[in-house]
């Protein structure tokens, strides 16, 4: 089961709703995505807004793991008009309290 930090953030992101989902980071978080890094609040935020209109898609969260003490894996299955169509990512969370210190995608 994943901590109500990530459940709430995710939430956020599927909705695209850019102020909750930024309220879950911690000021020094790094987001690693498509094999880019976005370090700290403002990067993040630029990455989540042009993450949220670059493409039109669904996504269901089809299975988590706890890694160790602040480490979760969510896995999500996305459909939408990106190329290929039909994609499983895993969201990588580090923890640090109650917010998200780290996140990978791929």
Do not use: C
């Amino acid at each position: 089961m994943l901590p109500d930090t990530i459940t709430k953030y995710l939430t956020a992101h599927t909705a695209r709703d850019l102020d909750s989902a930024m309220q879950w980071y911690a000021d020094d978080a790094e987001v690693t995505d498509d094999g880019k890094t976005y370090r700290g609040r403002d990067e993040i935020r630029d990455w989540l807004g042009r993450a949220a209109g670059e493409y039109t898609y669904t996504t269901e969260l089809i299975g988590d793991r706890h890694v160790d003490d602040n480490t979760y894996v969510a896995t999500h299955h996305l459909e939408g008009d990106f190329p290929g169509g039909s994609v499983d990512l895993d969201f990588t969370f580090t923890l640090k309290g109650d917010v998200i210190r780290r996140l990978v995608i791929a």
